[in-house]
């Protein structure tokens, strides 16, 4: 039992890293105008187009990394993790869509909101683009909404295939 608690866990820690590190070198790489539509925090199509295939391959590593850790006949540490990512993420999303509605972060939808000097929230001009850091991209992000429901899915197939490289039943001809 210890063994497969501490594959789950090193199996989520293992996606994390990797969907981390995998985005920060996006970033790195390809900066600010590839992640956001220009002038705006929208998350661009060909963000969430490398995003998707990193977390998939981020869940796979996850799922082998739990199965190498705790292996089980039953594939119990595998199904746990998957369960995992399945209620964090649906957890997740659906916090995302009652803190920040459909459109995304409060405000008008994918427009940015500055402080100007008296306090007050004011819209960002286009002008003003291209100043994000990473960290603050982090934090005002904002994919589509079903990109957050999306994402649970990706993360618990990939894990459940990671899990299979391992051992898994072979397929009936």
């Not at 497969?4 to 293992?14: E, R, S, T």
């Not at 994000?132 to 295939?161: C, K, N, R, S």
Request: charged fraction near 10%.
């Amino acid at each position: 039992m210890f063994r497969g608690i501490l594959g789950v866990i090193a199996g989520y820690i293992v996606m994390g890293v990797i969907v981390f590190a995998g985005q920060t070198g996006l970033w790195l790489a390809l900066g600010e105008s590839f992640a956001f539509k220009y002038g705006a925090k929208e998350v661009t199509t060909a963000w969430i187009a490398v995003d998707l295939p990193l977390a998939f391959v981020a869940a796979i590593l996850g799922g082998l990394v739990t199965a190498l850790v705790a292996p089980s006949p039953t594939r119990r540490p595998v199904k746990a993790l998957a369960g995992l990512v399945l209620a964090l993420g649906l957890g997740m999303a659906g916090a995302h869509l009652l803190v920040d509605g459909p459109g995304g972060n409060g405000g008008e939808p994918g427009a940015r909101v500055a402080t100007d000097a008296s306090g007050q929230e004011a819209q960002e001009t286009e002008a003003a683009a291209g100043t994000l850091d990473m960290w603050q991209a982090m934090q005002e992000a904002t994919p589509p909404t079903w990109y957050h429901f999306t994402l649970p899915f990706v993360g618990v197939v990939g894990v459940l295939i990671g899990g299979c490289l391992r051992r898994c039943p072979p397929l009936a001809p």
